[in-house]
Nanobody
Framework: QVQLVESGGGLVQAGGSMRLSCAAS????????MGWYRQAPGKQRELVAT???????NYADSVKGRFTISRDNAKNTVYLQMNSLKPEETAVYIC???????????????WGQGTQVTVSS
């Protein structure tokens, strides 16, 4: 069974940095696009960044220049480097990935359970 597990969240002061990781496991044949979303209390889930299998990236306007998404295909892992963090970016950060699983002919999108990032002022 495909599983995405995030790590690296926690408490950081405003202006600080944090790197999140999301590792995919469970009979993966092809790992396609991956991404990071975040959801703060009372707000809808929003896209933070995406990265294709070829390494092409896309970012929300609010994080451009501060966040960097990357991937390590050998480890089936996507990363999100977050710099100059702001208190308003406190949220649960969730990774997702489009994956073709062993035994399947088509890919499906999978979601992690999320990791809490708290930015203190």
């Amino acid at each position: 069974q495909v599983q995405l597990v995030e790590s690296g969240g926690g408490l950081v002061q405003a202006g600080g940095s944090m790197r999140l990781s999301c590792a995919a496991s469970g009979g993966i044949v092809i790992l396609n696009a991956m991404g990071w979303y975040r959801q703060a209390p009372g707000k809808q889930r929003e896209l933070v960044a995406t990265i294709t299998s070829g390494g092409s990236t896309n970012y929300a306007d609010s994080v451009k220049g501060r966040f960097t998404i990357s991937r390590d295909n050998a480890k089936n892992t996507v990363y999100l480097q977050m710099n100059s963090l702001k208190p308003e970016e406190t949220a649960v950060y969730i990774c997702n990935a489009d994956i073709r699983q062993s035994g399947f002919r088509a890919s499906s999108v999978y979601w992690g359970q999320g990791t809490q990032v708290t930015v203190s002022s």
